[in-house]
T-cell receptor
Framework: KNEVEQSPQNLTAQEGEFITINCSYS?????LHWLQQHPGGGIVSLFM???GKKKHGRLIATINIQEKHSSLHITASHPRDSAVYIC?????????FGQGTRLTINP | NAGVTQTPKFQVLKTGQSMTLQCAQD?????MYWYRQDPGMGLRLIYY???????DKGEVPNGYNVSRLNKREFSLRLESAAPSQTSVYFC???????????FGEGSRLTVL
């Protein structure tokens, strides 16, 4: 079993829909990261969380440390949100990555 | 402020050839990392450096060497490239106070 599991692996939705991507992990962590990677592109950090909730524009990230679970939400989704979203956890110095969720938003 | 810069962006090698991937960051970060990204595998850590002059192995270090000669630069060397090293390589660094991650744009390597 992977230390970091993301679901779903693939998600297709219509423009405007509310999107939720989940990340569960099995180790104790000091922080959790959500990353975004556009096709053929680099990787951009969206959020770093150690507790609670963070919001940036239409993106919201939450974490429940007790349940070892985090969610990334996208409100009013747009085709430009189409990307792979990666969850990564930091047990100590090194990061452990999920396999990513491929999101496609159709116009 | 360029962030994390990787070169080259694309490279094709023949089996047995050697090459070095260069990475530099201008944010005065201590920690730097080299990852490889393969389809269905996610990002895997090759080597990391917690500070200038120190390096440690990650999950998949075989076939690679690294060098952290100064705080700014962290290079990854393939001494004798193999087709299994065909991948996209990412360099990253972390901000010391916030832990925020910064990635380079990636280097796509093909070994024939």
């Amino acid at each position: 079993k992977n230390e970091v599991e993301q679901s779903p692996q693939n998600l297709t939705a219509q423009e405007g829909e509310f999107i939720t991507i989940n990340c569960s992990y099995s180790v104790g962590i000091s922080a959790l990261h959500w990353l975004q990677q556009h096709p053929g592109g680099g990787i951009v950090s969206l959020f770093m969380l150690s507790s609670g909730k963070k919001k940036h524009g239409r993106l919201i990230a939450t974490i429940n440390i007790q349940e070892k679970h985090s969610s990334l939400h996208i409100t009013a989704s747009h085709p430009r949100d189409s990307a792979v979203y990666i969850c990564a956890v930091r047990p100590l110095l090194k990061l452990v990555f999920g396999q990513g969720t491929r999101l496609t938003i159709n116009p | 402020n360029a962030g994390v810069t990787q070169t080259p962006k694309f490279q094709v090698l023949k089996t047995g050839q050697s090459m070095t991937l260069q990475c530099a960051q201008d944010m005065n970060h201590n920690s730097m990392y080299w990852y490889r990204q393969d389809p269905g595998m996610g990002l895997r850590l090759i080597y990391y450096s917690a500070s200038e002059g120190t390096t440690d192995k990650g999950e998949v270090p075989n076939g690679y060497n690294v060098s952290r000669l100064n705080k700014r630069e962290f290079s990854l060397r393939l001494e004798s490239a193999a087709p299994s090293q065909t991948s996209v390589y990412f360099c990253a660094s972390t901000a010391p106070n916030t832990g925020e991650l910064f990635f380079g744009e990636g280097s796509r390597l093909t070994v024939l």
